[in-house]
């Protein structure tokens, strides 16, 4: 049985599947109705998202959505870190930075974040090994080459989050705290984001519990014909819950209380064919 430990929150087979609230701090983002601004603000929607049922609140400043122009460390540190140490003062739930970066991991951390979601597999900056291996934090690691949306069939990704998990045993990293993602998303294209949907439990033979985060994403407007991500919600919980019946022990979304519902259910559902 494979498990993890997220922060505090258990995770894997045999646990129920974790909600991850997304608390965006991106102007760039692809849904804007994701982006919090200030201090009190991230406060409120973090404390919501906790209300309505999410164990752990992911926060990022950098959009990874294709076509994006990337910021510049200090923009990322400026629009991160404060927020992440009053969240860490004002809420009690593990808080996940969502970065590539190992400095602005680093000092995440040291401001009380528990959870490193780096979107590359540890594979964009040489040193973030080193930081979830020196902190003992856990990690979200997302199916990569070198950078975001660059793997695209279910076996590339397999390849791809193998040499991830191969980096965490050369860096002597506590396997025990790392979920991977096979990443959805991030322009692969509609019919690849099916296939790995459909395919998700071909993932199960890494031995790591399986983040999915479909929320809102451009797959769904394809499908849908819906080019506005404001109105892809139905579209996220159809997903969602097949990502759950195939597999996913953690989902990450924007709403928080419609998809606990759809897990919920998803969950049982798998259950009963188990």
């Known amino acids: 049985m494979s498990k993890a430990d997220l922060g505090e929150v258990k995770v ?10 997304v608390l965006n701090l991106s102007q760039e983002s692809f849904y804007s109705g994701s982006v919090v601004r200030g201090s009190a603000q991230a406060v409120r929607q973090a404390k919501r998202m906790l209300e309505q049922g999410a164990d752990i609140i992911d926060v990022g400043a950098v959009s990874t959505a294709p076509n994006v122009e990337p910021i510049s460390l200090d923009t990322e540190r400026r629009r991160i870190l404060s927020i992440i140490k009053i969240l860490a003062n004002k809420i009690d739930a593990p808080i996940s930075v969502d970065t590539q970066r190992a400095a602005i991991a680093e000092e995440a951390l040291e401001f009380g974040a528990k959870i490193i979601n780096d979107v590359s597999g540890l594979k964009s900056d040489p040193r973030m090994a080193d930081v979830v291996a020196k902190s003992r934090c856990s990690a979200i ?15 590339e990704i397999k390849r791809a989050l193998d040499d991830s998990l191969k980096i965490c ?16 998303g991030f322009g692969k294209g509609r019919d690849y984001d099916v296939r790995i949907l459909a395919n998700l439990g071909n993932l199960k033979g890494l031995g790591r519990p399986i983040c999915v985060a479909v929320s809102r994403k451009a797959f769904i407007g ?11 919600l139905a579209g996220s919980l159809a997903a969602t819950a097949v990502a759950v019946i195939n597999g996913a022990n953690v989902v990450r979304t924007h709403d928080v209380e419609e998809t606990l519902r759809a897990v919920r259910v998803a969950e049982a559902t798998r259950r009963a064919k188990d």
């Open 222 to 232: 394809r499908i849908l014909g819906l080019k506005d991500p404001a109105d892809r």
């Open 141 to 155: 690691l997302m199916a990569a080459r070198k950078r975001p949306g660059d793997v695209r069939t279910v076996d």
């Open 169 to 184: 045993g050369r860096n002597k990293i506590d396997i025990q705290k790392i979920v991977i993602d096979p990443g959805i």
């Open 12 to 21: 894997g087979d045999g646990c129920p599947v974790a909600i991850i609230g």
